[in-house]
């Protein structure tokens, strides 16, 4: 079975720095596109980033750019997302996602049909 399993959020202050780590087991994603999303309270999902199979192309929100990168260890099957100078608005759930059949780092959330179960992000004021 495969599984998708997020760690390290949290609660933080505005301006300060969290890492989220995404370790997926029952299935190699070496050479697939995964990536995180999140969502807000009374929000739509939306995406955050996303990076593709071997590691060397990413994509992200206009709202995170500069300030979150995405990363990959294959060896660990481990996808990460850290998070800089976070601001409230950075509040949410965040998902990580990979996929099963595309290659590529891709920003709609259909391309993805694994899900993890979510960690809470909070930023305080």
């Known amino acids: 079975q495969v599984s998708l399993v997020e760690s390290g959020g949290g609660l933080v202050q505005a301006g300060g720095s969290l890492r989220l780590s995404c370790a997926a087991s029952?299935?190699?994603?070496?050479?697939?596109?995964m990536g995180w999303f999140r969502q807000a309270p009374g929000k739509e999902r939306e995406f955050v980033g996303t990076?593709?199979?071997?590691?060397?192309?990413?994509l992200y929100a206009d709202s995170v750019k500069g300030r979150f990168t995405i990363s990959r260890d294959n060896a660990k099957n481990t996808v990460y997302l850290q998070m800089n100078s976070l601001k409230p608005e950075d509040t949410a759930v965040y998902y990580c996602?990979?996929?099963?059949?595309?290659?590529?780092?891709?920003?709609?959330?259909?391309?993805?049909?694994?899900w993890g179960q979510g960690t809470q992000v909070t930023v305080s004021s």
């Open positions: 029952g299935r190699t994603f070496s050479s697939n596109g």
């Open positions: 990076i593709n199979g071997p590691g060397g192309s990413t």
């Open positions: 996602v990979a996929s099963s059949k595309y290659y590529g780092a891709y920003t709609s959330s259909w391309r993805y049909d694994y």
